[in-house]
C-alpha cells in the first residue's frame, strides 16, 4: 500500500503596503498595536507612556518606525534604533516587531524588516541587531525566523538594569 503524501501546510506570503509612521493617526494606531505586543509577551507598559515614548522616538531623526498594511487596516509595525559604537559605527537595532495574530505566517513580518534593513542602510548603519527574548525564541521561534533572514547569533547576552527617575 503507497503512503499518503504528508499534509503540506501553504503559506500565501503577501505583499502589505509598508509605510513610515508620521502623521497623528498613525502613531496613534501603532502605540495600539505595540501596547498588544507588549501584553501578549509580558512586557510591561500602558498605552500613555508607549504612545508617548514612541511620538518621542519618532522626534528624533535616527529612529524609525513603520506599519503594515493589508486592506486598509494597519496589522504590524516594526521600529528601529540607531546607536554609535566605537567597534560598528553606527548600528541599528530593530527594537519592536509585531504583527497582528490573524495576520501572522503570511510574511509581513518578512516585510518590515526588510523595510527597517532597507532605512538602516540608507542611514549609515554597518550592522543591524536585534534581541531574541527566552519567550519569543520558545513560543515563536524567532531565532529561526531571523536566522532566514541572514542574522546570526553573536553569543553576547543583554543585562539591563532600572534608573530611578
Not at 29 to 51: K, T, V, W, Y
Not at 66 to 89: F, N, Q, R
Request: include cysteine.
Amino acid at each position: 500500500m503507497p503512503l499518503a503524501a504528508p499534509n503540506k501546510v501553504r503559506v500565501q506570503m503577501r505583499k502589505p503596503s509598508i509605510c513610515a509612521l508620521c502623521d497623528d493617526a498613525s502613531i496613534g494606531n501603532a502605540a495600539e498595536l505595540l501596547h498588544s505586543f507588549f501584553q501578549e509577551s509580558g512586557f510591561p507598559g500602558d498605552r500613555a507612556s508607549i504612545s508617548a515614548n514612541l511620538r518621542f522616538m519618532l522626534a528624533d531623526p535616527n529612529h524609525w518606525a513603520a506599519a503594515a498594511y493589508e486592506s486598509g487596516k494597519m496589522i504590524g509595525v516594526a521600529t528601529v534604533t540607531t546607536m554609535l559604537y566605537v567597534e560598528w559605527g553606527r548600528l541599528g537595532e530593530v527594537g519592536d516587531l509585531y504583527v497582528v495574530p490573524e495576520a501572522r505566517k503570511g510574511g509581513i513580518a518578512r516585510a518590515l524588516v526588510e523595510a527597517a534593513l532597507a532605512w538602516c542602510s540608507d542611514h549609515g548603519c554597518s550592522a543591524v541587531s536585534v534581541v531574541v527574548t527566552e519567550r519569543g525564541e520558545k513560543e515563536d521561534g524567532l531565532g529561526m525566523f531571523y536566522d532566514r533572514l541572514g542574522f546570526a547569533a553573536t553569543g553576547r547576552r543583554l543585562y539591563s538594569r532600572l534608573l530611578k527617575k
